[in-house]
């Protein structure tokens, strides 16, 4: 998929993958610790803000989500009538790994919930390259369709405390290419979807290409956090087989969302760090939008993939969900 050779780097060990002769990948998932969800809360344990709890959604697809709620509403230190802003959460990982139990993950959505407080759907998705695009977005539209239709009735976090007029779609990395296009699909089913009512995407360093390659991707030729050629790996075992990387899916510059998104009034908001791989893909997605008559609110830190790493910059970011929901929510 692409032209350049990098005799230094090996995609696959880099990113502690093995592939297969039979197109699939042997994950280590001993790289990744994990987090048991906590659906009870524990009278004598105070340190755990939000409770989760793990809830099938397609067992033939062994797709889930997992349920943040702020512990709060459960003590009553809310009103018994408050209603949460509700959000859709899609991890990153490439496509190709993580997933809503993650550690990292689960702490950053417990967090998000917590400091807003909102509800928080993490989903767990199908992943490539057993699954390549487009399932992650069916996944995600079915996790739409069943807050819609089943969740509010038959699952009691969502019923008596998540808002569905206030709904908002947000991925980190690869989930937010997936928030994006979800959205995009969304914006089409927008009456097939009510109640639930869609407000915003918050895209967080959101995972984009191309195949003519931006100023900061030829930077990061020897990144020691994401190497260009681990990107390429990633768009070669998420994209369609044949695909190149100016397919929709991974560039949005050949797409048609701008229009959607613009008529369906929603707000975008995107973060990015200055020394990602990815910032000139994000910036010219912001302006893509801009054009289009997209409202974005874009913040570029001065930090690099992960603002987990940058306490200040991290709580930047949170404060700036907070804000992004609330001044939706207050709409009406």
Not at 48 to 68: A, E, G, Y
Not at 307 to 322: M, V
Request: a negative charge; charged letters at 20%; aromatic letters at 8%.
């Amino acid at each position: 998929m692409s032209s350049q050779h990098y005799s230094s780097i090996d995609p696959y060990k880099f990113f502690q993958i093995v592939p297969n002769a039979d197109g699939t990948i042997t994950r280590d998932y001993g790289n990744y610790p994990c987090t048991v969800a906590t659906p009870y809360p524990d009278d004598h344990d105070h340190h755990t803000l939000v409770l989760s709890k793990d809830v099938p959604i397609n067992q033939s697809n062994n797709t889930w989500v997992r349920i943040f709620l702020p512990r709060q509403v459960v003590d009553d230190s809310l009103s018994s009538s408050t209603k949460l802003p509700l959000i859709i959460h899609f991890h990153g990982g490439g496509f190709i790994t993580l997933s809503p139990a993650t550690s990292a993950i689960h702490e950053v959505c417990s967090h998000i919930a917590a400091e807003i407080p909102c509800i928080i759907v993490s989903v767990e998705y199908r992943l490539a390259p057993e699954h390549r695009l487009p399932a992650a977005y069916d996944d995600a539209m079915e996790v739409l369709q069943w807050i819609k239709s089943t969740g509010q009735e038959e699952e009691e976090w969502l019923g008596k405390y998540a808002d569905f007029s206030c709904c908002y779609l947000m991925g980190d990395s690869a989930g937010g290419n997936i928030a994006y296009h979800s959205g995009l699909r969304a914006a089409t089913q927008n009456d097939n979807l009510l109640p639930l009512k869609i407000r915003g995407l918050i895209l967080n360093q959101p995972f984009f290409g191309g195949v003519e390659r931006t100023e900061s991707e030829l930077r990061s030729l020897d990144d020691p956090f994401l190497p260009l050629c681990v990107n390429d790996m990633m768009w070669e075992l998420s994209l369609p087989v044949g695909a190149d990387r100016d397919h929709e899916y991974c560039n949005p510059m050949v797409g048609n969302g701008g229009p959607k998104i613009t008529a369906m009034g929603w707000r975008v908001l995107v973060n990015g760090g200055k020394k990602d791989t990815l910032i000139d893909r994000q910036i010219e997605v912001v302006k893509m939008m801009e054009v289009k008559g997209v409202t974005v609110v874009s913040r570029f830190g001065e930090g690099g993939h992960n603002p987990a790493e940058n306490p200040s910059e991290y709580n930047a970011f949170i404060a700036a969900i907070k804000a992004f929901v609330l001044s939706e929510s207050e709409l009406g």
